[in-house]
């Protein structure tokens, strides 16, 4: 019972951000003569990302520095994680297919000129591998989850390498994130983490009960990257390994401040 009034006021906020940004992006595209690039849909997408992160992130601990253009791949532990990065950096996300049809959060992710790929079809695979490198070609942060599917955050689990193609290789820059979340009340695994056979809805409502969490996110730049993608998806799942934090949470940032 006590969680219910916490509930309702954050449920009211999370409404009010998805609404402003809303209107963000009819304003966005109306100043760019209804064709919002790619760029201007990012920076759309961190500002959203910011302001609705702040509903369920309290604070934000910042390692490392902030990857430049090129592909960034990170652990994946929750739909949290996209509030998360995005609004550190503007950035292009490939997410799987399924997310498209979430309410609200898909639209936005459409929106935001989010990648969707269904990993079912590999065709489907090969198109998503060339639009990467398309974005990658055009100067974009382009944040991949290799994993294929989040989990309870007790380790990484396995790198795909189907999606690495255009960066094994190629002259781009490759940075790597791991990403671990710290709450006063509930539990990490179960009240952050969206995995298994969790489903959306609850899952949102579950933790918008509880007390605004924490977030680390460390950084690191990878250099001699693997020239063949099953190489340098073992290298880069054991870079995001090595990259675990330690200790206790330290604030040394709040939530990021949008770049405009």
């Not at 992006?25 to 961190?46: E, N, V």
């Not at 639209?107 to 990658?136: K, N, Q, S």
């Not at 009240?191 to 899952?203: E, L």
Request: with cysteine; net charge positive.
């Amino acid at each position: 019972m006590r969680s219910l009034p916490r509930l309702v006021c954050r449920a009211v906020w999370l409404a009010g951000a998805l609404s402003w940004s809303g209107v963000d992006f009819i304003f966005t595209a109306w100043r760019s003569g209804c064709r919002a690039s790619q760029h201007t849909r990012a920076l759309w997408l961190q500002r959203t990302a910011s302001r609705v992160g702040r509903v369920v992130i309290a604070k934000v601990e910042i390692s490392g520095n902030k990857p430049r253009p090129g592909l960034l791949v990170s652990n994946h532990l929750s739909y949290v994680d996209i509030l998360l990065l995005g609004s550190i950096v503007p950035a292009v996300f490939v997410s799987k297919a399924e997310v498209k049809n979430w309410p609200v959060f898909g639209w936005f992710g459409r929106l935001g000129g989010t990648i969707f790929v269904d990993r079912t079809r590999r065709g489907d695979v090969a198109r998503i591998a060339e639009t990467i490198a398309a974005h990658l070609r055009d100067g974009h942060v382009v944040v991949l989850f290799p994993e294929g599917t989040s989990s309870d955050g007790s380790g990484v689990l396995p790198f795909r390498s189907s999606l690495l193609e255009p960066v094994s290789g190629a002259a781009h820059d490759l940075f790597a994130a791991r990403i671990e979340y710290f709450m006063p009340e509930g539990s990490v695994e179960n009240d952050v983490c969206y995995w298994g056979d969790m489903t959306f809805f609850p899952h949102l409502v579950k933790l918008l009960g509880k007390p605004r969490i924490k977030a680390r996110v460390t950084f690191s730049e990878v250099e001699s990257a693997a020239t063949d993608r099953k190489e340098l998806a073992r290298q880069l799942h054991a870079e995001v390994r090595r990259l675990k934090g330690g200790g206790t949470f330290n604030i040394q940032h709040s939530t990021p401040n949008v770049e405009v």
